[in-house]
């Protein structure tokens, strides 16, 4: 029989990197891996989490922040309205309060088994072992997102459904954060609830969306920063996590309404899962996998997204896209009233607070290229260099120059786009020809240099707030941009210059790349005409 003593508290389950120059307490030296005990009392000699998979890395991240709030006594404004002081008074400790850690885990130790025949796991739903078919599992295949699973081509590993290889309980603890964020929508295993028998589920609050995370020079200073002040009205006794809670949920009547941050971030799973270890309790040899709550979705709330509205005025997170580099969103991450577009973004809610923690943040990308369904494509993972001290309210002068150093290097990108499949078509002589090739190339010359050139020049913005504009040259910005989507432009194209065809097809679609043709309408006077790029 599994012996269920794989408690997440103790054991290793996370993967982290430890600072420079940190000593071991123990004899057992710096792990790799830690429990959640030894990750919140030693955060502070811990650089940052080292998961490779960036929607497990989110997914954590979201689990560390409703620990550290509890442990700190960060649940809830007070009686004095003083959580900021609070937890600056925990920033000058070092560290995470010992006591508190001890406590919480000697009041929840039996809710953070990850394997607990005959108990409560930890985030799982036993009731499924007798309300799903058992004749018809997931599979581990099916539990870990990057192996293939059912008739899905195998593209880094050879993985069968026959003959699983099963994943060790720290990798079965990273995917069950992974289905329980970004778990698809469609068709799952069948579970009956009062009788009704259903097999659809609905996607995870997270799917297809990108979060931002405040990152800083150790964990501890991450995890204060990752956290957002809980709103007046929020009860820290109400606002729990989902392990916290006396009873399971019930699949028929879930909570609409989060009861703050905590639960917010912990408890919007639409989906149920099982994990059946093998006889030592050391891997998972199956797993059930099924729709955590009947009828219409739970509503996607959360603090780390870029939040957009549609033409049809519905409200939505900024899809993660896996060609789309982090600095194209720096001014809706730092700005509280970015710059106005047609999605009119929102700065996540935590970037609000999180520079009274350090100036010295960086910010972190993590997410999931995907689609609602069952498609996924890619991880993204980027990170910035220290920019939260740019933040609006700390220096009021670089909200227009970090705005319009975006807006140069997309316009620039984009004009270069459309020129390189001018020019295809051209050649080609179809002008429904799409040139995707052409731009794909272009895209990939240009964005990663356009990248290194928006840093650069983002370094050099005064930091005082005594020069006008932040010292932003928007002319030598203009000329910089254009300039390497000039030479992208002529090495993409150069294949075809060697015939005239190709030659004249490139000369005139190279005015793309300066705005195109002039409108007759622009040369005579009357009302004026549309500016084509940032205002200088």
């Known amino acids: ?135 018809n599992t997931a599979g581990v295949n099916k539990l870990i997102v990057t192996r293939p699973s059912g008739n899905n081509h195998s593209w880094f590993r050879h993985d069968t459904d026959s003959a699983p290889e099963p994943p060790t309980a720290p990798e079965a603890f990273l995917s069950l954060l992974v289905w329980h964020y970004y ?24 799917r297809t969306a990108l979060s931002y995370h405040p990152e800083g020079t150790s964990l501890f200073e991450t995890l204060l920063a990752g956290l957002v002040p809980p709103e007046d009205t929020v009860n820290g006794a109400e606002d729990l996590c989902p392990w916290e809670q006396d009873d399971l949920p019930d699949p028929d009547h879930p909570v609409r309404e989060s009861r703050g941050p905590r639960s917010r971030h912990t408890g919007r799973s639409q989906h149920a899962l099982l994990l059946l270890p093998d006889e030592d309790s050391t891997h998972v040899r199956d797993a059930f996998i099924t729709w955590a709550y009947r009828g219409e ?24 896209d896996a060609g ?69 309210h700390n220096d009021p002068r670089t909200v227009p120059a970090v705005g319009r150093l975006r807006q140069f290097g997309e316009l620039y990108g984009r004009r270069l786009d459309r020129a390189v499949k001018r020019a295809w078509a051209a050649y080609v002589r179809d002008p429904k020809a799409d040139g995707a090739a052409w731009g794909a190339e ?7 240099r356009a990248e290194a050139e928006f840093w650069a020049r983002f370094r050099l913005l005064d930091r005082t707030g005594e020069v006008a504009d932040g010292g932003f040259d928007p002319a030598a910005t203009r000329r910089a941009f254009l300039r390497l989507a000039e030479e992208a432009y002529d090495t993409v194209t150069r294949p075809v210059t060697r015939t005239l065809r190709g030659a004249k097809a490139v000369s005139e679609a190279r005015i793309d790349l300066y705005g195109g043709t002039p409108k007759k309408a622009a040369a005579v006077s009357g009302p004026r005409t549309k500016l084509k790029e940032p205002i200088a």
């Not at 003593?5 to 103790?10: A, G, Q, Y």
């Not at 929508?185 to 995870?204: H, I, L, M």
């Not at 009119?344 to 009274?356: K, L, N």
Request: net charge negative; charged share 25%; proline share 8%.
């Open 297 to 320: 979705r739970l509503p996607r709330e959360d603090d780390y997204l870029i939040w957009q509205t549609s033409q049809q005025g519905n409200r939505y997170p900024r899809p993660a």
């Open 183 to 206: 778990g698809p929508s469609g068709r799952c295993s069948s579970r009956e609830v009062n009788g009704a028998k259903t097999a659809s589920a609905t996607a995870g609050p997270l």
């Open 324 to 392: 789309r580099a982090l600095w194209r969103d720096l001014d809706a991450l730092l700005l509280q009233h970015p710059p106005a577009g047609s999605a009119h973004p929102q700065q996540p809610r935590v970037f609000r607070s999180a520079v009274e923690v350090s100036e010295d943040l960086r910010v972190r990308a993590l997410g999931f290229d995907q689609e609602g369904q069952a498609k996924d494509t890619q991880f993204v993972d980027a990170s910035t260099p220290a920019v939260l001290g740019y933040a609006e």
């Open 442 to 448: 272009a895209g990939a010359r240009y964005w990663p």
């Open 1 to 135: 029989m599994p012996t269920g003593t794989f408690n997440l508290i103790d054991q290793p389950c996370v993967p982290v990197r430890w600072k420079p120059g940190s000593t071991a307490s123990t004899t057992a030296g710096l792990r790799d891996l830690v429990g959640l005990r030894e990750l919140l009392l030693h955060s502070h000699a811990i650089e940052s989490l080292a998961v490779a998979d960036a929607p497990a890395h989110a997914a954590l991240l979201r689990i560390l922040y409703a620990l550290t709030a509890r442990v700190a006594g960060l649940t809830e404004q007070g009686a004095d309205g003083d959580w900021d002081e609070h937890r600056l008074d925990v920033l000058d400790t070092g560290q995470l309060p010992p006591h508190g850690i001890d406590a919480y885990f000697e009041e929840f130790e039996d809710r953070f088994f990850l394997f607990a025949p005959g108990g409560r796991p930890w985030m799982q739903d036993p009731r499924l072992a007798e309300q799903c078919d058992a004749s």
